[in-house]
T-cell receptor, first 116, second 113 residues
């Protein structure tokens, strides 16, 4: 039972390079999310996709783009990486709708990204 | 702007002692979630609190929600070393669709022998 799978688990980039973080879930969830976690900051929402075909900005979207490829996959792209984007990135998924709000968001294992 | 404040941010306890972590939030919501994170690991769901007065218990942890006071508590009873982790509360501001959570900064709990 894989749940939410993120790739890669670790990555080192140079300033200005681009990369895409991949996320896939096998729980048939409608909603998917990208967060970043920095020391002492908790988790901050970057982008989310409430359902297939829609994406919306979260709290810290600058410097990122997302693609909801299909119901299972939600990718996060850094077009021109900056040292300030060094962080741990978590993908999550959830069911959607008031009927299902007793279900929490389910998280992947994270991608540890360093930008030099 | 929604604010979710946890306190304390750091908590060092002795085994066998009791303590409470507080989570205050600044906007109306009746849905609150508690997560646990071990170092270098993912987030694990602990409790889902969906209404005023909700109380959930699992082992040595008990969570409650007071929506009128905009306050949730996570009470630890007779702490053991295995409870050492970072605990996050998160508030759902989406009106029940659970697709937008705002997290507190987390409480790093260390339980010492």
């Amino acid at each position: 039972n894989a749940g939410v799978t993120q790739t890669p688990k670790f990555q080192v980039l140079k300033t200005g390079q681009s990369m895409t973080l991949q996320c896939a879930q096998d729980m048939n969830h409608n909603s998917m999310y990208w967060y970043r976690q920095d020391p002492g900051m908790g988790l901050r929402l970057i982008y989310y996709s409430a359902s297939e075909g829609t994406t919306d900005k979260g709290e810290v979207p600058n410097g990122y783009n997302v693609s909801r490829l299909n119901k299972r996959e939600f990718s996060l792209r850094l077009e021109s990486a900056a040292p300030s984007q060094t962080s741990v990135y978590f993908c999550a998924s959830s069911t959607r709708g008031a009927t299902y709000s007793n279900q929490p968001q389910h998280f992947g294992d994270g991608t540890r990204l360093s930008i030099l | 702007e929604l604010k979710v404040e946890q306190n304390p941010l750091f908590l060092s306890m002795q085994e066998g002692k009791n303590y409470t972590i507080y989570c205050n939030y600044s906007t109306t919501s009746d849905r609150l979630y508690w997560y646990r994170q071990d170092p270098g690991k993912s987030l694990e769901s602990l409790f889902v609190l969906l209404s005023n007065g909700a109380v959930k218990q699992e082992g040595r942890l008990m969570a409650s929600l007071d929506t009128k006071a905009r306050l949730s508590t996570l009470h630890i009873t007779a702490a053991v070393h295995d409870l050492s982790a970072t605990y996050f509360c998160a508030v759902d501001t989406s009106g029940g669709s659970n697709y937008k959570l705002t997290f507190g900064k987390g409480t790093l709990l260390t339980v010492n022998p």
